[in-house]
Every structure is written in C-alpha cells, then in structure tokens.
C-alpha cells in the first residue's frame, strides 16, 4: 500500500515537473516572440527613416507673384481676368515617396515598398535567392522568427508578370507582417480599405482588391506566367469564384495581378490569399 502511494506522489510530482517545464518553455518562446517584434520593429522604423528622408516631397505651389505686377498699370486700359473655369486644372501627379537609392545601398534585397489596410501594413518588400530565407530573417539579414514580407524569388523584381506574389507571416500570438490581410475576411473591410500602393524603382502601383479567401497551401494556382488571355480569365474566374468578397471586382484582359499569402494559423496547412489588380499610377 506504502510503495502504491509513493508511486503514485512520484506521478504527480513528475506530472508538475513536466506542467512546469512546459509552461517555462511556453514563456521562453513568448520571450523570444516579443524579443524579435521589438527588433523587426525598430528596424522597420529605421528603414522608414532612410526611405523617405531623401524622397521628393509634393511639388512646391509657387512663389505668389509680386504685388506690383499683379496690378494693372495706370496708363493701361483694364485686361478681362480669364474665367478659372474655362481652364484646364493640371492633371495631378505622383512622385515616389521612397528613396530606393538610400534604402537600397543599406538594404540590397529591397525590391519594392507596400503600404496598406489604413497603415497598418507599410513596410519594405525583399527578394531573396529563395522562398526560404526571409521566412526567417529580417531585411537586414538577421535572423529573427517574424520574417519580412518578400516577393517570389522567380517573379520579376519588376512586377512585369502576369502574377506576383507576395508573401508574409500571421503570427498566432500577434504580429506578423501580414497579419492584417486577414482582417478581408469582413467583406465590408474592403469598403474601408479597397486597395493598397506598391511603390517600386521602376514606377508605382494601386493595388485594387479584388478576392480575398482561405485556401489550402497546395492547392492555390501559383501561375506567373498564363500562355493565351483565355487561361488567365480561367484563372481569374477561379479566384472569384473562391472569394469571400461580394460581388467581386471585373478584371480586364492584360491586367496584372499582385496576390498576397498569409498562414492562418501555425497549426495548419491553410493560407490566406488576398488578390489585386495593378493600375500605374501616373508619374
């Protein structure tokens, strides 16, 4: 009965001993987790810093003209004043807000910049040899468990295919990249944040949301190139069809389609897919 007991104290000691290594464990990860968010975030601000400290600011409106010459001369018959709306405003144009030269001389990998979903996403876009390293390390190269946001390593840095991807971490304990992809799956969400901007060297983009939905890792096309426009409209009324989005938005022949990937959970084999259309926006 005595040696029953004891064994039975020894299983719940054990038991405890195992609760509480786990639980340690448990904490360490989470340690660690807020460790690399603070590091990614103070590296993310500093690239933000080197990123628009150099970028053109919006064009100056004018010097107003001098007071003496904006009056008419005395000796001179009054001249009719135009009417404002008989004249072409100019067309508005966009520049850049990001100096890809400074940020590329610190940060060689950077390909492109996207910003997003209210600000929430605003953040540098690398390219790496392959689709592994930048799960795990930051643009700078160190290594840290939130990774970057990274383009495909066979899609064109330029965005010239027919479909790039983008691809980012869901973090189940919070933060992550791409965690705010996630927030599409309200529909209304895309009435309150419809598209994002993709600023590259080579020109910048509005990137409209057309479909959003979950889908198994595998199983999402993950097509860059589709040989005749009948393909791609195939594909594209694939996407649509699996989107969440209601109803979704009509695609053109020769679109561009940028696609971004998130995990849903650690856990599962499952990703969330958000897709858009690129449109130039104006230089």
């Known amino acids: 009965m ?3 007991k004891r064994a039975y104290r020894a299983l719940l000691w054990l038991l405890l001993a195992a609760s509480l290594a786990a639980a340690a464990l448990a904490g360490l990860r989470l340690w660690g987790i807020a460790q690399d968010a603070a590091r990614a975030e103070r590296l993310l601000w500093e690239m933000r810093q ?24 005395q000796n001179e018959p009054d001249k009719p004043v135009p009417d404002a709306s008989s004249q072409a405003a100019p067309a508005p144009s966009h520049q850049c807000p990001i100096d890809f030269d400074a940020l590329r ?26 689709n592994q390293h930048y799960l795990s390390h930051l643009p700078d190269g160190t290594q840290n468990r939130l990774g970057a946001a990274f383009l495909d390593s066979e899609n064109s840095a330029r965005f010239t295919d027919d479909q790039s991807f983008l691809f980012g ?5 919070g933060g992550g990249v791409f965690s705010p992809l996630l927030q599409y799956r309200d529909a209304a969400y895309r009435g309150e944040s419809p598209a994002f901007a993709l600023h590259t060297p080579d020109g910048c983009y ?7 939905f979950v889908i198994e890792a595998r199983a999402y096309p993950y097509q860059r190139e589709f040989p005749s ?12 069809a699996r989107s969440e989005l ?25 990703r969330y897919v958000v897709c858009t259309r690129l449109t130039p926006l104006a230089d």
């Open 206 to 212: 509005s990137a409209e949301v057309f479909a959003a």
């Open 229 to 240: 426009a009948g393909e791609m409209q195939a594909f594209l009324a694939e996407v649509c």
């Open 105 to 130: 001389a610190r940060y060689p990998d950077v390909v492109a910049w996207l910003t997003g979903c209210g600000g929430e996403i605003d953040t540098p876009v690398v390219q790496g040899a392959d």
């Open 169 to 173: 971490h869901h973090m189940d304990t």
């Open 246 to 270: 209601s109803p979704p938005l009509r695609q053109e022949p020769g679109d561009r389609v940028l696609t971004l990937c998130t995990c849903t959970s650690k856990t599962s084999d499952l």
């Open 2 to 4: 005595r040696r029953t």
């Open 50 to 73: 080197t990123a628009r400290a150099g970028a053109s600011g919006p064009a100056s409106a004018g010097t107003p003209p001098d007071a003496s010459q904006s009056a008419p001369a």
